[in-house]
């Protein structure tokens, strides 16, 4: 095991599962909290897992309001809503070592490639977490079920940094996948994601009733195929079985309402810069369109702003 | 003042408004009902009109349930949702003289070609009606404002009927004016029919609400150059200036809720064929892709399967 300190940005359904994992895992792990700092430091974090539940109590919790109280850590793990990003820019500089190793737990693309700019950082990484789990209300984490993470770093780097932090989740129980490019396990994401998390955020719809409708598979199917022009603009290659296997499995899943759809139903900020307008910026930049992929996103522009004018 | 026989199919706010005008003109009016038969043969049909109350006394009202009653037309009003197209099969021929005069008063592009060429017809024409007008109740039309038809003829076919058939509107109060080339005037009414019937129907909005997100302005702007686009397939000349005017104008109008908003609130199948799926495929004949334009009309499919299962 790794003497190593792990800091999590962002204690919700997903920080706060990996955080607790690691801490189970007999790991130094420091927890920031926003809302729920007062009850955590009363009541400690409780996670209902589907692989066994786990508390911290509130004397073995590292809890903060502020990362300007927190030690410099060696992972830090930012597990915010993209939404959030901008909140970076204060929040992670008092955590920082020249070598730190920053994973961003989030969805979208082109945040890694920001913060390594912004921060000047040798290595920065992502995680696609394939998770079930919710935050049931404060300090409390109810995980559903799965939970593997496919990570990688941005750019060219290399450090056994990750190789480590890859075993230390292991070691903790947590399913890990190493994808040495996070820009083409970001695509693959992006591939369901943007078709599905849009269309069901427009048409209020979950999955099944979007696979109900002939057009709707083919709107979906040629969605796809924009990601997959765009991806190759980073040398990201992408299989047409690739989407006639997802639009199979989608059609043969359980009735499914996307994390951007029960966003839009509790009115909650949608995370629209990661997911459609770096994606969209990103080919358009190398000369490749997204016109039914920018139509999707303007219309969510609207949605967007109708959440934000009555929040 | 001619000596014709009109005939009105479809009998509601269109078309017991213009067939109750004709009447009010001296004219030989006959109409088609389908479920308010009953109710007029003992009540009449009234309008309450902006200009001027008028009713139609039972005894003076040729109420017909049955085209096959009614006598031969020189003027045949087709009034019914485009949806409903499907019927003039069986509805129209029993009024065909061979050179009736057939004036489509509906929505959308692409109806009088298929008119004229299913029953070999010379005389098809389109009227394009810029009225404010309900149906309120059984043969009970509301006429709230406006009322100017622009009509043509479609094809190259000429014929004193159609001048004719003006003069008789203006001499009944309508104001109308002509329009040679009927497409040219439905591509400029489905240049703002397109984006903002959809674009309304799909996010649940008013134009002003529309109207106040950049993005879907932006959205709005680029489905209108598709529009522009697919309209030169058939020669005709849209300019810039028209969608810049068009912009300008929705976005001074007072919030308005689109006829095919209203049609999904009220659970009423949509007017797709007519008003999306005919102009996507006019233009896709000669190599003219409208994909903004195809993405909103598979989201309006997916709407529409909804009503129609609900329905």
Known sequence: MTEKV?????????????????????HDVHFLFNSDYQHVTEHGLTVDSHYGDYSIDKKQLNAYADTSEMPKA???????????????????????????LVMLLQNGIGAEQEIAQHF??????GGLCFICSNK????????IDYGRITMGLYGEKQTTALDEFAEDLLQAGVDVE???????????KLLWNIPFNGLST??????????????????????MGEVQQAAQTTDTLIEDALIDAMLTNTAKMKPYLTSMLLDRRHQRELELQYMYKNAIDMADKQGVSMP???????????????IKNEG
């Not at 800091?7 to 189970?24: D, Q």
């Not at 793990?77 to 500089?93: P, S």
């Not at 190493?178 to 693959?188: H, P």
């Open 6 to 26: 792990f800091a999590v940005i962002g204690t919700g359904a997903i920080g706060g599962y990996y955080g607790a994992r690691l801490h189970h895992g007999g």
């Open 74 to 100: 060696d992972v830090i793990l930012i597990a915010l809503k993209t939404t959030q990003n901008h909140l970076l820019d204060t929040l992670l500089k008092p955590l920082l070592k020249p070598d730190s």
């Open 120 to 125: 000047d950082l040798p290595y920065v990484g």
């Open 136 to 143: 049931t209300g404060p300090g409390h984490i109810h995980h």
């Open 178 to 188: 190493i994808d040495r490019n996070i820009i083409d396990a970001r695509w693959k």
């Open 202 to 223: 427009v048409l209020n719809a979950d999955t099944k009733q979007m696979m109900n409708c002939n057009e709707l598979v083919e709107l979906s199917r040629s969605i």
């Open 292 to 306: 039914k992929t920018q139509a999707l996103y303007q219309q969510l522009c609207f949605i967007n702003q109708q």
